[in-house]
């Protein structure tokens, strides 16, 4: 089975700082995705950014990063200069095998003024 | 625009009673999936269709039901076997074609249904 953790439900920034958010992953495939979803207070859900396995290389999208440690399964998400707008719920996810997309509880991020 | 759209936006139920929730996409995915959306619980997966006239139950498909007549439409039909239906629904998409562009979702904007 594959299984996503956030550990985080909630955390909190202020504006301009960097935070981090935690995901663990469990799969039994080699090929596989990852995928941090961004829902803010609309709920519509934002895809943020996307790692591919075989890459080893740290995905990097503007103010938004990745640090996927395979060995580990861990991808965290760092969000850079942190923004008012970038409150929201974040949501993991593992895509491997063709099968559907298995979502991390989520964690609320809040930034402060 | 190619999207995914959800009706209604809000939805009320009476206890006992079925309702259905429409999901339609003009983007000509293969794919579509119904998420369920409870605080602190993420996104679970309740059914999930990849072709037309064939579909498979996911992680909770208990008191839900669905088609796919249409490769455009997926509807999810709430049973009043649902014993807890309220609950925010998501709906999406994904096309088949190869490539990690094409391995994450597109979602619709989402169905608040409320037991009253």
């Known amino acids: 089975a594959q299984t996503v953790t956030q550990s985080q439900p909630e955390m909190s920034v202020q504006e301009a700082e960097t935070v981090t958010l935690s995901c663990t992953y469990d799969?039994?495939?080699?090929?596989?995705?990852l995928f941090w979803y961004k829902q803010p207070p609309s709920r519509q859900m934002i895809l943020v950014i996307r790692?591919?396995?075989?890459?080893?290389q740290n995905a990097t999208e503007n103010r938004f990063s990745v640090n996927f440690q395979k060995a580990a399964k861990s991808f965290s998400l760092k969000i850079s200069d942190s923004q008012l707008g970038d409150a929201a719920m974040y949501f993991c996810?593992?895509?491997?095998?063709?099968?559907?997309?298995?979502f991390g509880k989520g964690t609320r991020l809040s930034v402060i003024a | 625009d190619g999207g995914i759209t959800q009706s209604p936006k809000y939805l009320f139920r009476k206890e006992g009673q079925n309702v259905t929730l429409s999901c339609e996409q003009n983007?000509?995915?293969?794919?579509m999936y119904w998420y369920r959306q409870d605080p602190g619980q993420g996104l679970r997966l309740i059914y999930y269709?990849?072709?037309?006239?064939?579909?498979q139950k996911g992680d909770i498909a208990e008191g839900y039901s669905v088609s796919r007549e249409k490769k455009e439409s997926f509807p999810l039909t709430v049973t009043s076997a649902q014993k807890n239906p309220t609950a925010f629904y998501l709906c999406?998409?994904?096309?088949?074609?190869?490539?990690?562009?094409?391995?994450?979702?597109?979602f619709g904007s989402g169905t608040r249904l409320t037991v009253v």
């Open positions: 999406a998409s994904r096309s088949w074609e190869q490539g990690p562009a094409n391995y994450g979702y597109t």
């Open positions: 799969t039994s495939e080699s090929d596989y995705y």
């Open positions: 790692q591919e396995a075989y890459k080893q």
């Open positions: 996810a593992l895509f491997s095998g063709n099968t559907p997309l298995v």
């Open positions: 983007l000509n995915h293969d794919a």
């Open positions: 269709s990849q072709i037309v006239n064939d579909f």
